[in-house]
């Protein structure tokens, strides 16, 4: 019995040691893990983990990039606002764990400033630097009240500043998908922020000239917006073999005369020496000022000598006009002749409005974007070329061959749908690969053999992106001969996404960083049916309420009886 006691006693020594070991164990541990740099991301879709090329990015900063954030305060009955701010401050603070210091932000309310003089003057500013305000409407026991928010920031990088949109909104999506597609951009958006203010030597594009292409009026808007990433030249090639050389991609902007072959022959060696191209073209012609003057006009064929060419690469841009019941609309005179004009909005078939489906990065997330006069699409089987459809017509789609009559009467004809047949043609589309050259076997043996030429007949990877509708990139001018926003609709007030369409295409081309893949995580959509919140609430309120009170007093229960049972024996 003594020998009994004697072993049960606690021995105070052997727990010591035991007490050492762990603390010293600990203490190596942290030592340990203040070399190695782990995070652990338990989501499915992985929401908190950076792409490689975004943690590259923020590692490789040499200054601090202040964020000043002016989506905070309470937003009583708007769940959503709160969540997409909550969403961005666990976004900065992941960009903090790689980049440290360099990485500061500030949440402020711009609404908590008393003055309302000083409050409106912050307003005002705000709206100068590109942040829109959004006005919040929420119930409340006197009706409705409104509050004024702005739901994005301000990120500055050694004296420069660039606004940042946190909530993208997109015609035809409900609120809560809106929001979910915000806060999937908010890594992309925000690492783009920073390339934008941190980019040292540009990298160069060249818009094409010589074949009439828009001027520099007509691209105006988007050439102001390329210069944030690039630096915008304009060639005109005029068989100067070595023109090309030193450009990240070049764009070709609706043409309306023929290329010649020799500068066609310069172009296919840009691209097979590895150099990109989007393709911005007019399969078929309709001219503005003769629908504009007499109401009816007709679309021809426009030769602008690519045919060939671009069929050897994996694509033939037929010559036809689309005609979409999904349209955008144009104003017409519905008074009769002698009577005060009456302009009504009717829809016009030939403006398609391309609601974008694909999961690309290119066009994932994107807003409506209008298409004049487009045409359709076709790929071609090419070895070592692959292809994407990025933008297609909808299910109501109608080609007209050209020639084709184009009359502005047409708008007060009811369309017959069962003549809409010809369901989601490609109106865009990707080509990544090596491609072969057109002069391929066509060309004498001095030329191909000239060392001074270089000829490839067989490329390095390369990227084009084709689009069968010049005017695509085209912003409108006011009457005053300024350039109007690129996509701005001039009769029903919208935007429409061509601009951000185009920016994507040309970042995709030149994207060496990988970051245009940040565009392409997937975040799901996990919403609570709200029908079913209102009528089953109580129940879940009593559930959640009773049931841990009444599993702590069972589990009391059972280890009073447990424990009497083991001592009383």
């Not at 270089?454 to 509708?469: H, L, Q, R, T």
Request: charged share 25%; proline share 5%.
């Amino acid at each position: 019995m003594v020998n009994e006691i004697k072993n049960n006693r606690p021995n105070r020594k052997r727990d010591l040691l035991y007490l050492s070991l762990s603390v010293i164990i600990i203490i190596l541990l942290n030592y340990i893990a203040g070399f190695v740099f782990h995070r652990f991301d338990l989501t499915s879709e992985k929401r908190f983990t950076l792409t490689p090329s975004t943690i590259k990015l923020v590692k490789n900063l040499d200054d601090v990039v202040f964020v000043k954030v002016y989506l905070d305060g309470e937003f009583p009955g708007a769940a959503g606002f709160k969540r997409l701010r909550n969403s961005t401050k666990e976004l900065l603070d992941e960009f903090r764990a790689y980049g440290g210091d360099n990485i500061e932000y500030e949440f402020t309310d711009p609404n908590a400033i008393t003055d309302k003089k000083q409050r409106e003057q912050l307003y005002e500013q705000l709206n100068k630097k590109g942040l829109q305000a959004t006005n919040l409407e929420v119930k409340g026991e006197k009706g409705l009240n409104q509050q004024i928010i702005f739901p994005g920031a301000i990120v500055t990088y050694r004296g420069r500043e660039i606004p940042w949109i946190l909530l993208k909104t997109q015609m035809g999506v409900s609120p809560d998908e809106q929001l979910n597609n915000s806060i999937q951009a908010l890594e992309y958006e925000f690492s783009n922020s920073i390339r934008k203010l941190s980019v040292g030597l540009k990298p160069r594009i060249a818009f094409i000239d010589g074949q009439h292409e828009l001027d520099s009026l007509q691209l105006a808007d988007i050439s102001a917006s390329l210069q944030e990433y690039y630096d915008i030249v304009h060639i005109n090639i005029q068989h100067k073999l070595k023109c090309l050389n030193g450009l990240k991609a070049i764009i070709i902007a609706h043409p309306d005369s023929a290329f010649d072959e020799k500068d066609k022959f310069i172009i296919d060696q840009y691209i097979l020496n590895g150099g990109n191209a989007l393709w911005l073209l007019n399969p078929v012609y309709v001219s503005y000022d003769s629908l504009t003057k007499s109401a009816v006009t007709l679309g021809l064929e426009n030769p602008v000598n690519l045919k060939d060419q671009l069929f050897k690469y994996g694509v033939r841009v037929n010559p036809n006009l689309i005609q979409d019941l999904q349209c955008a609309a144009l104003p017409v005179n519905k008074a009769l002749v002698g009577q005060q004009p009456d302009w009504k909005l009717m829809p016009w078939v030939f403006s398609p409005l391309i609601i974008p489906t694909e999961q690309h990065p290119i066009v994932k997330n994107l807003d409506v974007i209008k298409l004049d006069f487009a045409s359709s699409i076709d790929t071609i089987g090419t070895p070592d070329v692959h292809k994407t459809i990025l933008l297609k017509t909808s299910r109501y789609t109608k080609l007209v061959n050209a020639p084709a009559r184009v009359n502005l009467a047409m708008v007060n004809i009811r369309p017959d749908e069962n003549q809409y047949r010809k369901s989601f043609q490609a109106v865009a589309v990707l080509l990544e690969g090596k491609f072969e050259s057109l002069y391929k076997n066509r060309l004498p043996p001095n030329i191909a053999k000239d060392s001074a030429i270089g000829f490839k007949e067989n490329g390095k990877p390369a990227k084009m992106i084709i689009v069968s509708d010049g005017n695509i990139i085209r912003n409108g001018i006011d009457r005053n001969g300024q350039a109007l926003p690129l996509g701005y609709d001039r009769y029903t007030g919208k935007m429409y996404g061509n601009k951000n369409f185009l920016l994507n295409c040309v970042n995709w081309l030149c994207d060496d960083s990988g970051l245009m893949s940040a565009r392409a995580r997937d975040i799901k959509l996990r919403m609570l049916n709200k029908k079913k919140i209102a009528g089953e609430r109580i129940k879940w309120q009593l559930i959640n309420t009773f049931l841990p009170i009444i599993l702590v007093i069972s589990l009391g229960i059972v280890l009073f009886f447990f424990r009497k049972r083991k001592y009383a024996s």
